[in-house]
């Protein structure tokens, strides 16, 4: 079992910044990769970033490329997502997820979820 807790969403005005963290407990070395996804009301779930836990080898989607930074801290088990130059497009709730196996870009391949963490941007 794998428990995962994010926070850090809010309201942001256009161009601002937010770190997202996930605070993950459990059978957590038994993870290699944990990646961040986002839904926007209407709207399928999408990928957003992902990393490896040992050799932190990062991933993003074309959309938050050199605007979103994936980090984290092995020794306090979490994962952070930094969000640079928001748009009103990013507004969504953000999920921590935990891979399972399969393609990192793919929901389906992610078996443990956060509860989410609501972004805002405000134009």
């Known amino acids: 079992q794998v428990q995962l807790v994010e926070s850090g969403g809010g309201l942001v005005q256009a161009g601002g910044s937010l770190r997202l963290s996930c605070a993950a407990s459990g059978r957590t070395f038994s993870r290699y990769y944990m990646g961040w996804f986002r839904q926007a009301p209407g709207k399928e779930r999408e990928f957003v970033a992902a990393i490896s836990w040992r050799v932190g080898s990062t991933y993003y989607a074309d959309s938050v490329k050199g605007r979103f930074t994936i980090s984290r801290d092995n020794a306090k088990n979490t994962v952070y997502l930094q969000m640079n130059s928001l748009k009103p497009e990013d507004t969504a709730v953000y999920y921590c997820?935990?891979?399972?196996?399969?393609?990192?870009?793919?929901?389906?391949?992610?078996?443990?979820w956060g509860q989410g963490t609501q972004v805002t941007v405000s134009s």
């Open positions: 997820a935990a891979h399972s196996s399969g393609s990192l870009y793919n929901s389906l391949s992610y078996d443990y």
